[in-house]
T-cell receptor, first 110, second 116 residues
Framework: QKEVEQNSGPLSVPEGAIASLNCTYS??????FFWYRQYSGKSPELIMS????GDKEDGRFTAQLNKASQYVSLLIRDSQPSDSATYLC??????????FGKGTTLSVSS | KAGVTQTPRYLIKTRGQQVTLSCSPI?????VSWYQQTPGQGLQFLFE???????NKGNFPGRFSGRQFSNSRSEMNVSTLELGDSALYLC???????????????FGAGSRLTVL
C-alpha cells in the first residue's frame, strides 16, 4: 500500500514568517512529486512540481526533495493571509496513479 | 483555454439509486483521473483512463465504474448508492499518462454528491 503522510495541522504562522510543510512517502520508486494548494470549497491547484533531489524555487515557494530519506517539503517565505489553505503533497512513479496525502492546513494570521 | 469541466456540480440522491458524473478534460489532454474527496479520508484515487483504456484503478468496490470516450471525455458511475458515498468527486486531466513531466494534473471544480 503506497502511502503519503503529512501532518494534518493546523500549522499557524504570523504574516511575513516562513511556513514549512513536510511530507514523507513509502514508495522508494517514486519519481514525481507535487504540491497542490486547496482553498476551502475549491479544487486543488498545482503550486510546485519537483523531480530531482535538491531545491526548486518559484517565487516565494521552495520545494525540497530528498529521495534517500523519502521526504519532500514546501517552504513558503513571507507568508501572507492569502496563503491560508490546505496543502496537499502528491507522489507517483511513471505509469502509476498520483497518490495524495491528507493535507496540512496552514493558517497565516495578520 | 477552457479548463476541466465537470457536470453536474451538485446532486442529491437517495440510497440505492445510481449516479453518473461527467468530465470534459482540457483540450489536448488525453488522460483523465477521478478522485473521491471526503473530510476524513482526503483525496482517494478511483481510476485513471488514457486513450479509452483504464490504466490504473484504486481500491474501491465494483459499484464504482468509469469509462472514457474517443474524444477523451470521461464518465464515472456509482450504482446502489450508500450514505458513505457522499463526497466531492474530482476529475483531473493531464497531457499523458506514464510520462514524467507530462503527468501534472489539472482539476475540475468537482461534483458534490449527497446521498440521503
Amino acid at each position: 500500500q503506497k502511502e503519503v503522510e503529512q501532518n494534518s495541522g493546523p500549522l499557524s504562522v504570523p504574516e511575513g514568517a516562513i511556513a514549512s510543510l513536510n511530507c514523507t512517502y513509502s514508495d522508494r520508486g517514486s519519481q514525481s512529486f507535487f504540491w497542490y494548494r486547496q482553498y476551502s470549497g475549491k479544487s486543488p491547484e498545482l503550486i510546485m512540481s519537483i523531480y530531482s533531489n535538491g531545491d526548486k524555487e518559484d517565487g516565494r515557494f521552495t520545494a525540497q526533495l530528498n529521495k534517500a530519506s523519502q521526504y519532500v517539503s514546501l517552504l513558503i517565505r513571507d507568508s501572507q493571509p492569502s496563503d491560508s489553505a490546505t496543502y496537499l503533497c502528491a507522489v507517483n512513479q511513471a505509469g502509476t496513479a498520483l497518490i495524495f496525502g491528507k493535507g496540512t492546513t496552514l493558517s497565516v494570521s495578520s | 483555454k477552457a479548463g476541466v469541466t465537470q457536470t453536474p456540480r451538485y446532486l442529491i440522491k437517495t440510497r440505492g439509486q445510481q449516479v453518473t458524473l461527467s468530465c470534459s478534460p482540457i483540450s489536448g489532454h488525453r488522460s483523465v483521473s477521478w478522485y473521491q474527496q471526503t473530510p476524513g479520508q482526503g483525496l482517494q484515487f478511483l481510476f485513471e483512463y488514457f486513450s479509452e483504456t483504464q490504466r490504473n484503478k484504486g481500491n474501491f468496490p465494483g459499484r464504482f465504474s468509469g469509462r472514457q470516450f474517443s474524444n477523451s471525455r470521461s464518465e464515472m458511475n456509482v450504482s446502489t448508492l450508500e450514505l458513505g458515498d457522499s463526497a466531492l468527486y474530482l476529475c483531473a486531466s493531464s497531457l499523458a499518462a506514464g510520462v514524467s513531466g507530462a503527468n501534472v494534473l489539472t482539476f475540475g471544480a468537482g461534483s458534490r454528491l449527497t446521498v440521503l
